[in-house]
């Protein structure tokens, strides 16, 4: 199975509070067992996401999304990943 690791990708969203544009940067990506990343999930809010990790049968990745309080649970055809 691939590795899971955080990244960056830029994307815009306006900010309410503020009446201004800013910068959303909530992407994950994977890295294949021979070194090349791959776009794995990318959440445009405003926050932070940690602590990703697959359930005990494999079928699932689950990760944290700071504020608001959130768990995203991600499935997919994971043995297509290499």
């Known amino acids: 199975m691939a590795t899971i690791c955080a990244s960056r990708q830029t994307a815009i969203s306006w900010s ?4 201004t544009p800013t910068i959303v940067d909530n992407h994950i990506r994977g890295i294949t067992p021979d070194g090349r ?3 794995f999930a990318r959440l445009t809010m405003q926050t932070e ?3 990703g990790c697959f359930s005990p049968d494999g079928k699932w990745f689950f990760v944290n999304a700071y ?3 959130r768990t995203l649970a991600i499935t997919g055809r994971w043995e297509s990943v290499t």
């Open 67 to 69: 504020a608001p309080t």
């Open 37 to 39: 990343p791959y776009d």
């Open 16 to 19: 309410a509070k503020t009446n």
């Open 49 to 51: 996401l940690a602590g």
